[in-house]
């Protein structure tokens, strides 16, 4: 099982400041066909996880450009230039290079 | 794309439950797909999963033997049967649609479906 290691575990940040989670995993998440297969999703109070990137880096439609993803192998990062009311909630990362799914433990990230 | 889960509800300890999952606006049949839950106040947790055409089947181990995954294409449906519940298998269960290519712009998620097993 591949395990997915986040940090850290909970954030408290200044509405239109930055922000950075970090996600490590216990093997390469770099495919043969070059992809690392790396989701990171947003969990609202009450709502099922929201997909923000994929493949890594691609943000998914409707995302705003404030977040943006980064990272290959083993050490992948979730960038938000300037934290707005609208983002608080428990941020995951996922890999995708296994079948059986493994997910980081959780961001909570709450506004100062 | 829409992704519907359905069948949730109160079962009682060694009981049995049947959710299912319906997908609407793609090529049904060309995506594998995912079971996953929450406990409350839990983080996320891999189920299990059927391929594309039904034939292949994947479990975690806490449900292997108990759960059975299958689809069926040609009403855009995935099934999953649950038997012998525990109490830990109280969660939230989620469908999701594999996409970790990005064909469709990633794995689509549904609003999930609360199961509870209680006495």
């Known amino acids: 099982e591949i395990v997915m290691t986040q940090s850290p575990l909970s954030l408290s940040v200044t509405p239109g400041e930055p922000a950075s989670i970090s996600c490590r995993s216990s093997?390469?998440?770099?495919?043969?066909?070059?992809?690392?297969?790396v989701d990171w999703y947003l969990q609202k109070p009450g709502q099922s996880p929201q997909l923000l990137i994929y493949?890594?880096?691609s943000r998914a439609s409707g995302v705003p450009d404030r977040f943006s993803g980064s990272g290959s192998g083993t050490y992948f990062t979730l960038k938000i230039t300037r934290v707005e009311a609208e983002d608080v909630g428990v941020y995951y990362c996922?890999?995708?290079?296994?079948?059986?799914?493994?997910f980081g433990q959780g961001t909570k990230v709450e506004i100062k | 794309v829409q992704v519907l889960e359905s069948g949730g509800g109160l079962a009682r300890p060694g009981g049995s439950l049947r959710l299912s999952c319906t997908a609407s606006?793609?090529?049904?049949?060309?995506?594998?797909v995912i079971w996953m839950r929450q406990a409350p106040g839990k983080g996320l947790e891999w189920v299990s999963a059927?391929?594309?055409?039904?034939?292949?089947?994947y479990y975690a181990d806490s449900v292997k033997g108990r759960y059975t995954i299958s689809r069926d294409n040609s009403r855009n449906t995935v099934y999953l049967q649950m038997g012998s519940l525990r109490a830990e298998d109280t969660a939230i269960y989620y469908c999701?649609?594999?996409?970790?290519?990005?064909?469709?712009?990633?794995?689509?998620w549904g609003q999930g479906t609360l199961v509870t097993v209680s006495s």
């Open positions: 999701v649609i594999d996409d970790r290519g990005g064909t469709i712009g990633g794995h689509r």
């Open positions: 606006r793609l090529t049904f049949n060309k995506f594998a």
């Open positions: 059927i391929g594309d055409s039904g034939r292949t089947t």
């Open positions: 093997q390469s998440l770099r495919h043969l066909n070059g992809r690392n297969y």
């Open positions: 493949l890594a880096s």
């Open positions: 996922m890999q995708g290079e296994e079948t059986r799914r493994t």
